[in-house]
C-alpha cells in the first residue's frame, strides 16, 4: 500500500477495516469470523461470560471479567471460554 502512495493513517484505517470485516474483538482478543457471526454475536458472547464469570472465578480463582475470552474449535461448531491469565 505504501508503494502505491498511501499514507500511514491510510493504511491503518484499511488494515483496521480488512481486520473488523474478518474478526470481532471480544473481551480484548479477536475472534475470527468465518461463517458469517450474525451482528449481535460480540454483545450475545460478553453476556454469557459474564453469565458464566462468577462460577470460573470460583473455581479457578480469577479476579476479573475481562481476563475471559472465547475460541472455537476448528469447525465453528463449538466454542469454548479460555483465561489470558
Known amino acids: 500500500m505504501s508503494a502505491n502512495g498511501a499514507t500511514e493513517r491510510e493504511i491503518k484505517d484499511t488494515l483496521e477495516a480488512d481486520i473488523l470485516d474478518s474478526a470481532v474483538p471480544i473481551n480484548g482478543v479477536l475472534v475470527p469470523d468465518h461463517r458469517d457471526l450474525p451482528d449481535d454475536f460480540p454483545e ?35 466454542w469454548y471460554i479460555g483465561s489470558k491469565s
Open 44 to 78: 450475545l458472547m460478553r453476556q454469557e461470560l459474564s453469565k458464566r464469570f462468577p462460577e470460573i472465578a470460583k473455581r479457578y480463582g480469577i479476579r476479573d471479567e475481562s481476563d475471559l475470552f472465547i475460541f472455537a474449535d476448528g469447525s465453528e461448531g463449538r
